[in-house]
């Protein structure tokens, strides 16, 4: 089992910037590939950002090229969410997702290639 915790949500204008953090805790953090998705009400969910196991290979949704970078430090079993230029579109509950994988540093973007979440957080900017 994988524990996924994100932090780093909040209220921001547009054109600011925030950076998520997620912690993961239960699995060998270098074994799992990650991901942030976002959540808004009447939508599916969709894929933000995501990293291979050793952080060598990301991908990004066309919306937010650019603009917010993703990372991870496995020395602190840590993903992050740097998003910068945030926009009112940008509003949305922010996830964090892994899977565990040993052999390929492939990136995932379908939510079906999850099947560990954190509980979100909250990112809203005001226009």
């Known amino acids: 089992q994988v524990q996924l915790v994100e932090s780093g949500g909040g209220l921001v204008q547009a054109g600011d910037s925030l950076k998520l953090s997620c912690a993961a805790s239960g699995r060998t953090f270098s074994s799992l590939p990650m991901a942030w998705f976002r959540h808004i009400p009447g939508k599916e969910r969709e894929f933000v950002a995501g990293i291979s196991r050793n952080g060598g290979n990301t991908d990004y949704a066309t919306s937010v090229k650019g603009r917010f970078t993703i990372s991870r430090d496995n020395a602190k079993n840590t993903m992050y969410l740097q998003m910068n230029s945030l926009k009112p579109e940008d509003t949305a509950v922010y996830y964090c997702?892994?899977?565990?994988?040993?052999?390929?540093?492939?990136?995932?973007?379908?939510?079906?290639?999850?099947?560990?979440w954190g509980q979100g957080t909250q990112v809203t900017v005001s226009s």
């Open positions: 997702a892994a899977r565990f994988e040993i052999y390929s540093n492939m990136v995932f973007t379908k939510t079906i290639e999850y099947n560990y």
